[in-house]
């Protein structure tokens, strides 16, 4: 997603024209179905311009005409609004134990959520077998979408772990995976020639999904921390998420809290080795699923369960300290507990924070805030699904079929 | 220094000729002297373009024409350069022991460098008497700048540790300040209306500077790793200065390398204590300036020392260590050990990298590299200078007088 270049590129009509397009889309996007006069009032640009260029969107079928306003005196104006319709994205979030496939629509309406059991371990057989498994899935979307009457604007797959700008999959510990081409097999299987599939790691585009869905006050710089699988952080920096040279970023469960061999921040901040110690008398053997034990421990601790509030209390001060580590380096503006996580963040706050502001250089922790996510367990599928909207929302318009 | 917005802003020719302007002078900036048709055929730019884009900003004195090029067939073409006479950009490092002066015009050349001894501290009178001594040399600067016929383009000042985006010094903890409206008091004791003062961070101003100057090939993802004052590190992503929603980043010293209480990163890999480990003999009160100790150690350090080298071989270690935390965050292409780390290089780098690549989830340590500084002790105060040529290499020309 890498797209920047640090020497500017020369500019010209079209590039203007691009912008300006996204210029109408992100307004509507952020403020719903407008005038003609109220995307000109509020962006800037003037009538005839935003004319022409709503034009061009409606020909395109990326806007529609949704009716008139009539609140206001005078001619009442032709209101209109995201389209819909034409166009699809689709987004696949893969987990050790799960498949989920999440498709939107252009005006980001969600149009299916299905969940598939899944063994992600490649075992003996390599990763072909699940790679099977996730094309499979994938391609049942993209009928399903198409039967709809809709193009498919791209499809991502989100995999906990390393992923390699090129689609490869470098290393991902849950699945027991490394160096797997997800993104030339994948393409290979589904034989569409022109679909834009691409491979990005899981808590990176859980946060495209927050920044966009989450519903906060923030734009440029939010962090999402997904326990998952390990402990991972997506990293949003003004307003894009943080790539680094290779895309192998916000591996922050990795910090070992100690001394060589010391335990890391996933050992002791874990969902999983919460998990464990909350329940004592669970079957590790049955973990494979953790989101009905994290159901049961929130459960406990609601009930006031001595053993599941000191393991929910031990979990957030690690967290802390690493979120801490995070924050002087980063300094972002809000921290979202994620996935499992915010399930069990009226416990884990408290003591996160605490340990947040103790360990930050910066007063006041730098001003971050703690949260939880309200997205749910399919974050990064509607985070791959949406990177396809953000292309669009850059001006960047699909090409006509 | 936070510009990006996430939402995009309308465009018009203006913007066209704004970022046309910039591919000119970083074209320039980076290639050197050219031909206007040489201009033309690397950037893309058609000749016309390039001629009008370059009459503008010889009127402007940015560019001169510098003689021709007669190593081609046909008409010699005359030879564009950025033009050093008519503007000039000033950077000011603070440190506890001293202050340091750099201007350079706009074409990069170095016009004056100076060094006064300082007292950074405010003890008990307040950090008037240091404001007061930053500014009577910032004046100086200035006044020395202006003598020779060049406008002041802008004055930065680099200080260790956290610093708001208003100029104000939230936190120094190697000057002893918090709370100090540099950037408020200088423009007031200057009494210069219109010049553009600005205070920024020490280790982030350095990988400005590092980043133009270092002669790395490198554009994007480079950090700066300063020992001068603590440990901080500037974080370059996308080829922008990582600013973090305050301005509180690259704070990798406070890592605390244990659980709770244990000593922290610049506790272990300081340059400070690893003088005095390596130094045993050495005066504490005499370390207000490292530099001759660092040069001793090195001096021990050649000659086989057991105690220097194994100091040298733990702080590498420990360094190591830390910066595989920030390497599993932001995955830089490559960290470029600065200002008293440079000298000690050698031998830190080596005991560095193993732990670097032990301790990054990435294999290969995500690709990064260690590497010196060439750039000396006044690495920030270059950038300092530098940021306010980079402000007019974005096709931001500065006002006419």
Known sequence: MKTTRADPQPADFTDVRATNLAVVLRHLRAHGPSSRAAIAASTGLNKATVSSLTGDLIRQRLLRESGLTSNRIGRPGTTLALDGSAYAAIGLQVSADRLTALAVDFAGDQLLLWHRAFDGEPATTGAGRAVSAIAALAQRAATRVRQQGRQVLGLTVAVPGLVADGGTVR???PLGWSDVDLRGLLSGS?????????????????A??????GGHQ??????YVSGVAGVEAGIVVDGRLLHGSRGFTGQIGRFALGTAGSP?????????????RALPGFDPESLTDLAPAVEQVAVLARSGDPGALAALGDTGRHLGQGLALLANLVNPELIVLGDHYAALAEWLIPAAEAELTRNTLAPDAGGVRLTASSLGLHAAALGGAVSHLDRVDTGSLPAKR
Do not use: F, K
Not at 195 to 202: E, F, G, P, R, T
Not at 208 to 213: G, H, K, M, S
Not at 218 to 223: G, H, P, R, S
């Open 171 to 173: 290393l991902s510990p």
């Open 218 to 223: 923030v734009e440029l710089d939010l962090t």
């Open 190 to 206: 589904l034989r569409q020639p022109g679909l834009d599939v691409a491979v990005a790691n899981h808590a990176g585009l859980a």
């Open 208 to 213: 495209v999904a927050e920044l966009r869905y």
């Open 264 to 276: 890391t921040l996933q050992d002791l901040a874990g969902v999983e080795p919460l998990v464990r």
